[in-house]
């Protein structure tokens, strides 16, 4: 067989690059995905001085078949411990924007690398936050015929993202993943649940009766969350919930908690369109907790770090027809 | 040297007896502390059927001398995994319904000795909260000529307790101390702060500055600590505070949103005098951020859970003069 049978020509490489695991996409012409690869070699598994090696280790025959395709990395890749630190971008940005701060990588062959930016803002208090990868997963993700769009990105550190025309106008983190981890794994409240987390794992929520009555009493708690995580220990210990159903109430006030606090932070309403990008099990509780609070939920669909990357790309002349801002969404 | 003058007559032996930690004293017939000790012989360092042993190895002379001396213990030693289970007594109670509902181990020599039971009560939303221990260092440590009181007992599982007329009425618990070594030894916040705890042994606060921000933007964010607990990243990355000074930033997030939630859920008004029970590092971080809210702290003296056993045996008639009621306070 013929390469090109094998191997359509490609006219962009593309990286989601993070902290522990990276995807790539190759993209044909007219922006579709000819193939796509994951591994675990997110840059806290790259060495020193390791970087070109370790992009050709997951794509180096990509590479060698179209030598003249530019790569662009986005993620944590752009950070003080990645490959080269890309500044942070501020808000608002869009396409057009992240595409003019293109960080650009010198190549010993002369191939075009950049890595895209990531994005900060400043809350009402002075408080800044930024994102890093998450802002190529959403400008693939949103709905471009929206003027107006919630994009939320559950997760270690889950976003909330809001939009305008286009542009992210602002956004604020959570610390709702990684501290359901740390309370389970690390607290007194994980020693009366199962060790394993098949809940967190799978596509349903394990005992919805309880994830909901956690959300539940998230709103009911005005924000009072230090107090309604000691109800996880009180309610196991009066057997009102059983062992195995404590995971999902702990999550559910988590989530519960974020959405109540995203609703009181921003431009959230009840009956607000938000499109949630997430892998199954997160997707099933997000879900379910903006339904509980008024709001409706939008399934993204996958793959929208590659939408993002090409849409960058085509924003920034990389994949042949220069600057003509955003593609349309193929999700 | 005779055994009298060594050991004064104990009419009394009370224990505080923890989960890791415990601390035993004699009393004098007037209630007066003749000798104390501790040591780490918490319930999780007892063998299975050690429990007389256990206590013996702590306080066996004390026993020896004073052979007809009652017994009385407080804390997790009541739990189910503790000595004997003694079940918890629900609120509004002090020390007459605690003496009354004392929980008695049979000992092989007829010595009386029983154990302190915990308390529950049920918010308004109808979660229930247990305490096991404090209530018995919370008779010790507020001051019965006030009709109304507040105290606060800081710590891994901080309790807010509201008292009227020498009885608790209900309390609240708040996850806050367990949730800061959580954060700080679990999670990507912690990366960013210097490895020992420094701030956290001292009397002192490190950076009263950083803790005063962290309390201030715990206040005025409404409840959102799953976002606040982010700007600890983004304010160590954008070189806002210095390492060093993140520990007490977390910290006046962690408390200040305690303090806001308890200012929600009950009866704290500002100028309101909270008794706080804690030792010097916690004391000098919840007397600040009690003074920032506008609330009066007063430091409780030590030995508050001492003066609590003395209450209750007093009560139950173990010290002699029968079901007298409460002592005065000797703090």
């Given at each position: 067989m013929s390469s090109e049978t094998l191997m359509p020509d490609s006219v962009l490489i593309g990286l989601d690059w993070g902290t522990s695991n990276r995807r790539a996409y190759r993209f044909g012409a007219d922006g579709g995905i000819l193939e796509k690869r994951a591994d675990a070699g997110g840059i806290l598994a790259v060495p020193a001085n390791g970087w070109a090696d370790s992009l050709a280790g997951l794509v180096g025959d990509w590479l060698t078949a179209a030598p003249d395709a530019p790569v662009l990395l986005s993620g944590?890749?752009?950070?003080?411990?990645?490959?080269a630190e890309a500044p942070y971008l501020a808000c608002p940005a869009g396409p057009a924007a992240l595409a003019g701060a293109l960080w650009p990588v010198p190549m010993p062959d002369g191939r075009r690398l950049a890595i895209v930016p990531g994005l900060t803002c400043v809350d009402v208090d002075g408080v800044p936050d930024v994102m890093r990868g998450e802002e190529t997963e959403i400008l693939g993700s949103f709905d471009p015929s929206q003027a107006e769009a919630m994009v939320v990105l559950p997760g270690t550190h889950s976003k909330w993202v809001a939009m305008h025309g286009g542009l992210v106008t602002g956004f604020a983190t959570f610390l709702t993943g990684e501290l359901y981890a740390a309370v389970r794994g690390h607290t007194i409240l994980g020693r009366l649940m199962p060790a394993a987390d098949a809940a967190g794992t799978g596509d349903e929520i394990g005992d919805p009766v309880a994830f909901a009555l956690g959300v539940q009493r998230a709103l009911d708690g005005e924000g009072r969350l230090l107090h309604r995580l000691f109800s996880v220990r009180t309610e196991g210990l009066f057997d009102h919930l059983a062992s195995a159903s404590l995971p999902d109430y702990l999550a559910g006030l988590l989530i519960g908690a974020e959405v109540s606090e995203a609703c009181k932070s921003g431009p959230v309403r009840a009956g607000t369109a938000v499109t949630v990008v997430a892998g199954t099990a997160l997707r099933a509780r997000y879900a379910a907790a903006l339904e509980l609070v008024g709001l409706c939920p939008r399934i993204a669909a996958p793959d929208g770090a590659a939408r993002g990357l090409w849409r960058i790309a085509a924003a920034a002349g990389f994949t042949g027809t220069p600057g003509t801002g955003p593609v349309p969404c193929r999700g």
């Open positions: 944590m890749v752009g950070s003080r411990q990645g490959w």
